[in-house]
Nanobody, 126 residues
Framework: QVQLVESGGGLVQAGGSLRLSCAAS????????MGWFRQAPGKEREFVAA????????YYADSVKGRFTISRDNAKNTVYLQMNSLKPEDTAVYYC???????????????????WGQGTQVTVSS
């Protein structure tokens, strides 16, 4: 089992920045690819960003490319999502997820992920 706890959400004005953190515990963090997903009210969950277990591969949704950066610190069992130039349409609950995989790849499909956190709210005001 892997437990994931997100933090760092909040209220920010458009154009501002936030950094989300996801702390993992329970199993060897470096064995897991990690992803960030989000869900806005009335909408389906969507992929945001992913990073392979080594950190050598990253993948972003087109909507956040160039504005968001995913990174990880395996020594701290933590994955981050730096969000810059935030827009009101980025408002959502953000979830981190862990995918146990021997392949050093970053994945966008939520169904491939084994564990999920409880989410952290991000609200961007216009």
């Amino acid at each position: 089992q892997v437990q994931l706890v997100e933090s760092g959400g909040g209220l920010v004005q458009a154009g501002g920045s936030l950094r989300l953190s996801c702390a993992a515990s329970g199993r060897t963090f470096s064995n897991y690819a990690m992803g960030w997903f989000r869900q806005a009210p009335g909408k389906e969950r969507e992929f945001v960003a992913a990073i392979s277990w080594s950190g050598g591969s990253t993948y972003y949704a087109d909507s956040v490319k160039g504005r968001f950066t995913i990174s990880r610190d395996n020594a701290k069992n933590t994955v981050y999502l730096q969000m810059n130039s935030l827009k009101p349409e980025d408002t959502a609950v953000y979830y981190c997820a862990a995918d146990f995989s021997p392949l050093d790849t970053a994945k966008a499909m939520g169904a491939l992920y084994d564990y999920w956190g409880q989410g952290t709210q991000v609200t961007v005001s216009s």
